[in-house]
């Protein structure tokens, strides 16, 4: 690791936690976004170079602070997709430009991610982290997706895809396991294999139940 890779290593653990840290709990862009005078300077200076180093953290947080160059390097990113962005990071790209200035055209990303032919032994939390993010967005194309990831092989999607649009429903009650006949529907199996034709029936009639509650609200 050069001298400057160490530096950059070092404050970004210092400010923003370790790695395990940020992959859970996510990128805490307000440690630096609160910042003011010199100490924001030194942060966008050391940001800066992480950006230079590539590291897509440093990009996000760049831009969070509203630096324009970056805004507009992760815009071309996104749209460019050759050579294409991870899953996990096109999530958090589209998080941070949505929240700077909200573009609905944005959920495509997201919907793209959702949609991924599944495979044995692929990541799930990228499609966790997609059904998240678009309770954010408002758009028939993205309720669509997330009514498809309710079949999803994964449990985790399964929840997350539902609770997802019990928030964008505004529905009274928004966590999955709140509906005990829905919750059965979408429960198991909890692994990766392929799902059954019984367990595909299942979730069939999770998205029916799901579009009745959605009809009240």
Do not use: N
Not at 3 to 19: M, Q, V
């Amino acid at each position: 690791m050069t001298d400057l890779a160490a530096t950059w290593s070092r404050w970004k653990a210092e400010t923003f936690g370790s790695g395990y840290h940020i992959w859970h709990e996510g990128l805490d862009v307000d440690a630096v976004t609160r910042l003011k005078g010199q100490a924001r300077e030194r942060a966008l200076a050391m940001l800066r170079l992480g950006r230079s180093l590539g590291d897509d953290h440093a990009s996000e947080a760049l831009a969070a602070m509203g630096d324009a160059p970056t805004i507009a390097a992760m815009r071309a990113r996104l749209d460019a997709g050759d050579p294409p962005l991870p899953p996990a990071t096109r999530v958090r790209f589209v998080r941070v430009l949505h929240g700077i200035t909200p573009d609905p055209r944005l959920a495509d990303h997201l919907v793209a991610i959702l949609d991924e032919t599944w495979s044995k032994g692929q990541p799930w939390s990228p499609r966790v982290d997609a059904a998240l993010a678009l309770r954010e967005f408002a758009g028939e194309a993205d309720e669509a997706a997330l009514l498809r990831a309710v079949s999803d092989p994964s449990y985790l999607v399964r929840c997350h895809a539902c609770e997802s649009l019990l928030h964008r429903w505004r529905a009274g009650r928004r966590q999955v396991s709140d509906y005990p006949a829905l919750f059965a529907l979408i429960r198991g199996p909890d692994d990766d294999d392929a799902p059954t034709a019984g367990d595909l029936a299942r979730y069939a009639e999770a998205r029916q139940r799901l579009r009745a509650l959605a009809a009240r609200h």
